[in-house]
């Protein structure tokens, strides 16, 4: 039968226990644990880390985002100047098409009223002419028929 009491070799176990516990401390549990601390200060210095780029990012991000919003205002003002210079463009030459065409109108208006009196003047040469000669041809009629 087993014997659960202690007895005297309780001493010389728990000196071994103690000499084991002393040796793994020392070359295992000791050894690990500054492992993972290394580890742990390195998982902390490597978030500490990253949490300084992503705020270097943000900061970036917002720096970006702030000259797309000027280049997008100043290309505004430039398309509106832009066009405002094109439409000033237009205005200039419609206007100077109109007057291009004024003056064409008025030489053409020109040209008819002289060309107009020349053929008034020519018409009534020729009606006083063809009246001469029907007045001719009808006296002439007139001297055969007495």
């Given at each position: 039968m087993i014997d659960l009491a202690p007895n005297l070799t309780i001493f010389p176990m728990w000196f071994l226990f103690v000499v084991v516990l002393?040796?793994?401390?020392?070359?295992?549990?000791?050894?690990?644990?500054a492992l993972l601390d290394e580890r742990k200060n390195q998982t902390e210095r490597?978030?500490?880390?990253?949490?300084?780029?992503?705020?270097?990012?943000?900061?970036?991000?917002?720096?970006?985002?702030e000259a797309i919003l000027q280049a997008r205002n100043r290309a505004a003002v430039e398309r509106e100047r832009i066009v405002n210079e094109a439409h000033e463009q237009e205005k200039a030459i419609i206007d100077q098409a109109r007057s291009d065409t004024e003056k064409v109108l008025d030489d053409i208006k020109t040209k008819v009223e002289g060309e107009k009196g020349g053929a008034i003047l020519k018409l009534r040469q020729e009606a006083q002419g063809l009246a001469r000669s029907i007045v001719d041809k009808v006296l002439e009629r007139d001297?055969?028929?007495a």
């Open positions: 002393v040796v793994l401390n020392r070359w295992v549990f000791q050894p690990t644990l490597q978030e500490q880390n990253a949490q300084h780029l992503l705020e270097e990012t943000q900061k970036r991000l917002a720096s970006y985002e001297k055969k028929v």
